[in-house]
């Protein structure tokens, strides 16, 4: 009678042998070669730049005799002159004060009224929920130029179908572009087109805690409102501390609103918010030195904030945990 022939693996003759030491070094260094492309890209688009605008941000141009000639012009050491120029600017300073006030408004009103869609779109009671959701969701497909664009034609007194029925009504027809009232026309432009994002991720994590929690949580009694209170929103913490942080940055990096606006208003300057002062530092006075300090400056200010606040945040969880 004779013996099926066990199948040898790896060596001839050997069976269930290990692979070679050159079979082993090809398959550890196989994951280094799938990142090598996504490695060189953020080399040439993120890395190289951020390096060469803080390389700038340490130089400026020595202007030698009337500045006519070859070599009247050369790049000079500057050190820290541009940073000291910049933090003492007063145009820098005023636009970051405006800036924190437009992220007073916008902040907490964007992330109340994606809780609160959310936590209606989660309800048992909901209707046409797949529709109210794309709704919601909607203005932030659409370009924040466009939207600027969009807002900026609603608030034109002489074309704005709104003012016209406020006239008709006899109403009062308040300039939306002047003064005060501009902070809450760039904050609602912002509220619009942002909202419909942070619903969704508050949404997504609303869908994913058990149901047998809320099953619970009915048996014990607790009311829908309740149950929003003391359960929803508490284990939904983590998506509420995502989405705030991603909205202190795109605070911070305010832009298209207000420079979209600005040829409708005599109220936005060319300076309204930091990166606009950057950006007519750099391609209208051409002071790119100048202009790539301020941009280090508010990256710096902007990652101190954010790791901070993830500091905080991370800090409170423990405390909580522990207790």
């Not at 992330?111 to 797949?130: N, T």
């Not at 959701?133 to 704005?160: C, K």
């Not at 179908?161 to 006239?167: G, K």
């Not at 391609?283 to 941009?295: R, S």
Request: glycine letters at 8%; charged letters at 15%.
């Amino acid at each position: 009678m004779t013996t099926a022939r066990r199948k040898s693996y790896g060596v001839k003759g050997a069976p269930y042998a290990l692979p070679s030491p050159t079979t082993l070094k090809r398959a550890r260094s196989a994951p280094y070669f799938f990142l090598i492309p996504a490695t060189i890209l953020f080399a040439l688009f993120f890395a190289l730049p951020i390096g060469y605008a803080v390389w700038l941000s340490f130089h400026k141009v020595k202007v030698s005799g009337l500045g006519l000639g070859a070599g009247a012009r050369s790049e000079v050491w500057a050190g820290v002159e541009n940073y000291t120029d910049a933090l003492t600017d007063s145009e820098l300073v005023d636009g970051a004060l405006r800036v924190l006030g437009y992220g007073c408004i916008v902040v907490p009103l964007m992330l109340g009224l994606a809780l609160l869609f959310a936590l209606m779109l989660d309800s048992e009671k909901v209707r046409f929920a797949p529709f109210t959701r794309l709704a919601i969701f909607l203005p932030y497909a659409i370009p924040g130029v466009v939207a600027a664009l969009l807002w900026g034609f609603l608030y034109l007194p002489d074309v704005s179908p709104f003012y016209f029925v406020l006239e008709k009504l006899g109403l009062p027809q308040p300039d939306l572009l002047d003064g005060g009232p501009l902070y809450l026309a760039l904050s609602n432009i912002a509220v619009w087109g942002g909202t419909g994002f942070n619903m969704i991720v508050i949404y997504t994590s609303l869908q994913a805690i058990p149901a047998e929690v809320y099953e619970a949580a009915k048996l014990d009694g607790a009311t829908p409102l309740q149950i929003a209170l003391k359960i929803k929103i508490p284990m939904v913490a983590p998506s509420l501390v995502l989405t705030f942080f991603f909205s202190i940055i795109a605070t911070l990096q305010v832009f298209n609103e207000p420079t979209t606006l600005k040829p409708l208003t005599n109220s936005v300057s060319t300076t309204w918010s930091p990166l606009m002062k950057v950006y007519r530092d750099a391609f209208g006075t051409g002071d790119i030195y100048q202009a790539a300090a301020e941009a280090v400056i508010i990256a710096i200010a902007t990652l101190v904030l954010s790791f901070g606040f993830l500091r905080a945040a991370n800090r409170r969880d423990k405390q909580e945990a522990a207790g």
